[in-house]
């Protein structure tokens, strides 16, 4: 009549299990992403090198006018004052040259996340925030000539944007420091 049953077997296991979902956030540095660029450094970056451009294009320029007022012929047997006058304006042209050219490094570090091109371009936005300081106050007394006030609405926008350039590369120590 009734016969005992066997105790009932447990279902089988199966052979492997993956181990549980670790939370968001787990673990220490290196195990996230990079953190994306900011919008900031974006701008600032292609500032910088748009400005670079323009920068070393003046900046050839004038050393080339400066070769070329540097041989101007007076006529005179003694010494001919646009040599000098053509020398001081190729070395500014050198200047702005050089200029230009770690406007555009910088520019083009900072969007690979450089560290060196973070600073390289904090400084070269100092630098010129300050000229640019000094253009503003000296076209002052010039507001009253022609184009005096669109020069110093033109000095204000580039001024500030520079500023802005600058203070866009401080903030982003997060996403410079994490591409050292």
Same mark, same amino acid.
């Given at each position: 009549?009734?016969?005992?049953?066997?105790?009932?077997?447990?279902?089988?296991?199966?052979?492997?299990?993956?181990?549980?979902?670790?939370?968001?956030?787990?673990?220490?540095?290196?195990?996230?992403?990079?953190?994306?660029?900011?919008?900031?450094?974006?701008?600032?970056?292609?500032?910088l090198i748009v400005m670079g451009v323009l920068l070393a294009l003046a900046g050839a $320029?004038?050393?080339?006018?400066?070769? $070329?007022?540097?041989?101007?012929?007076?006529?005179? #047997?003694?010494i001919n004052p646009f040599g000098a006058l053509g020398g001081a304006i190729a070395i500014?042209?050198?200047?702005?040259?050089?200029?230009?050219?770690?406007?555009?490094?910088?520019? $083009?570090? #900072?969007?690979?996340?450089?560290?060196?091109?973070?600073?390289?371009?904090?400084?070269?936005?100092?630098?010129?925030?300050?000229?640019?300081?000094?253009?503003?106050?000296?076209?002052?007394?010039?507001?009253?000539?022609?184009?005096?006030?669109?020069?110093?609405?033109?000095?204000?926008?580039?001024?500030? $944007?520079?500023?802005?350039?600058?203070?866009?590369?401080?903030?982003?120590?997060?996403?410079?420091?994490?591409?050292?």
């Amino acid at each position: 009549m009734d016969q005992p049953q066997p105790p009932a077997q447990p279902p089988a296991q199966p052979q492997w299990t993956p181990p549980p979902q670790q939370p968001t956030g787990w673990g220490g540095p290196g195990y996230g992403g990079p953190p994306p660029r900011p919008t900031g450094v974006t701008l600032a970056a292609i500032y910088l090198i748009v400005m670079g451009v323009l920068l070393a294009l003046a900046g050839a $320029a004038c050393g080339l006018l400066g070769g $070329a007022v540097g041989t101007i012929d007076t006529g005179d #047997a003694g010494i001919n004052p646009f040599g000098a006058l053509g020398g001081a304006i190729a070395i500014f042209g050198i200047i702005v040259l050089i200029l230009g050219i770690l406007s555009i490094a910088a520019g $083009a570090g #900072a969007l690979g996340g450089r560290g060196w091109a973070r600073w390289t371009g904090v400084v070269v936005s100092i630098l010129f925030v300050i000229l640019g300081v000094l253009t503003i106050v000296g076209s002052l007394g010039n507001l009253d000539a022609a184009g005096g006030a669109t020069s110093l609405i033109f000095w204000v926008i580039i001024t500030v $944007a520079y500023a802005l350039t600058a203070w866009a590369l401080i903030q982003a120590r997060d996403f410079f420091a994490y591409r050292r």
